[in-house]
C-alpha cells in the first residue's frame, strides 16, 4: 500500500521561505517520478515540480527559479523548498507518483502566504 505524507506546511509572510517534505512508504521513490502539485480554493489541482527517477526536473513557469524539489532516496522523502513566496502561492500542496498508471496522492499540506 502507497502512502504519501507532507509536512512542512504553514503560514509565511511574502518573500518568506517553506520547506515541504513527502515521506513515502509501500514505495521505492527511487524507482519512480515524484511531484509535487498544488490547488488554490477556486482552481484546479495544477503541476508545481516533477523529479524524474535521473534527477531531472521540470517546474511550472510560475515557481521556476522560487522552488526546488528534491529528492533522498536513502529517506525515501523528497522535497519542495520554496523561496520568495507571494501571496498567488497560497493552496494546499499535494504530493504525487504514479505506480503501475495508479496516481497516489498524499492529504495535502496548507501552505498560506500573507501578511
Known amino acids: 500500500q502507497v502512502q504519501l505524507v507532507e509536512s512542512g506546511g504553514g503560514l509565511v509572510q511574502p518573500g518568506g521561505s517553506l520547506r515541504l517534505s513527502c515521506a513515502a512508504s509501500?514505495?521505492?521513490?527511487?524507482?519512480?517520478?515524484m511531484a509535487w502539485y498544488r490547488q488554490a480554493p477556486g482552481k484546479q489541482r495544477e503541476l508545481v515540480a516533477r523529479?524524474?527517477?535521473?534527477?531531472?526536473?521540470i517546474y511550472a513557469d510560475s515557481v521556476k527559479g522560487r522552488f526546488t524539489i528534491s529528492r533522498d532516496n536513502a529517506k525515501n522523502t523528497v522535497y519542495l523548498q520554496m523561496s520568495s513566496l507571494k501571496p498567488d502561492d497560497t493552496a494546499v500542496y499535494y504530493c504525487?507518483?504514479?505506480?503501475?498508471?495508479?496516481?497516489?496522492w498524499g492529504q495535502g499540506t496548507q501552505v498560506t502566504v500573507s501578511s
Open positions: 504525487n507518483t504514479r505506480k503501475w498508471g495508479y496516481d497516489y
Open positions: 509501500g514505495i521505492n521513490i527511487g524507482g519512480y517520478a
Open positions: 523529479v524524474t527517477t535521473s534527477d531531472m526536473t
